[in-house]
């Protein structure tokens, strides 16, 4: 009995959220992948997420809008994007807490890059992300749009396209803090995911000592 008393206030420790950003085509998803079969392997509780997340009705209403087969309102998919990612926002954080590290696919920057370069002001489309929970780790893989327009698959959907990828490069920029690590996204897969795996673990490392869990351009 005394023993279970002692078990309950043992804490545990919070998983660590990591992103990876960076334009269309620039690797987010390959080096997703294979960032949690690394940690997956090496033992550290983890799970992939990405955004948008096309399974939800939210999510279904946005991939309709890329694949052109709807027209929205600028504004009006700007907030569905972010509502995409506040009906994730309690699981994400019950997952966090209870030590389950999640690599996410794009997020808010993605959300504020892509609207802010239709023109819409910077400070309004960071507003509906405020409150969501802040990344430990934010990867950006670099590339040149032109590099990425020569890879597979580009062209497919709305904003695969050179002179708009130029304008989201420029307000990613914008973005950038503290928490950004910049890994050139023209390296090889293997030399980038070796980058990736390195600042990753120093990030679980450091989430595990305790690290608060923050929220979303409040407290920076
Ligand atoms: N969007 C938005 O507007 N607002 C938001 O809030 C959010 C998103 C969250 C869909 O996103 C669109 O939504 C996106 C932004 C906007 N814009 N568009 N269009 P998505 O994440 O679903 O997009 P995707 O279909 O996954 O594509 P992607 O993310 O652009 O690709 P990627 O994940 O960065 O790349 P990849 O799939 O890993 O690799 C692409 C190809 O390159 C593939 O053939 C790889 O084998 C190859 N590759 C990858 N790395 C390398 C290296 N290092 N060398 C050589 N070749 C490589
Ligand atoms: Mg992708």
Request: hydrophobic share 35%.
């Amino acid at each position: 009995m005394a023993l279970e008393n002692k078990n309950c206030h043992l804490a545990i420790s919070r998983g660590s959220l990591i992103v990876l950003e960076g334009l269309d085509r620039s690797g987010k998803s390959s080096q997703c992948s294979r960032l949690v079969s690394y940690l997956q392997e090496k033992g550290i509780p983890v799970e992939a997420c990405r955004f948008p997340d096309r399974s939800t009705s939210v999510g279904q209403m946005i991939s309709t809008y890329l694949a052109n087969e709807s027209e929205l309102d600028d504004r009006t998919i700007h907030l569905l994007f972010s509502a995409n990612r506040w009906e994730k926002r309690s699981l994400m954080e019950t997952k966090l807490k209870n030590g389950i590290s999640l690599i996410v696919d794009r997020y808010s920057y993605s959300g504020v890059a892509f609207s802010a370069s239709k023109g819409l002001n910077i400070e309004w489309c960071k507003a509906p992300e405020e409150g969501l929970i802040a990344p430990d780790l934010v990867i950006y893989l670099e590339i040149a749009p032109e590099k990425a327009a020569e890879r597979d698959g580009y062209g497919c959907e709305r904003y695969e396209q050179l002179e708009f990828q130029r304008k989201v490069a420029q307000n990613y920029n914008l973005l950038r803090d503290s928490t950004w690590k910049v890994i050139d996204g023209c390296l090889s897969l293997e030399t980038i995911e070796s980058q990736v795996r390195e600042q990753a673990l120093e990030c679980v490392s450091v989430c595990k000592k305790g690290k608060p869990l923050l929220n979303m351009w409040l407290s920076k």
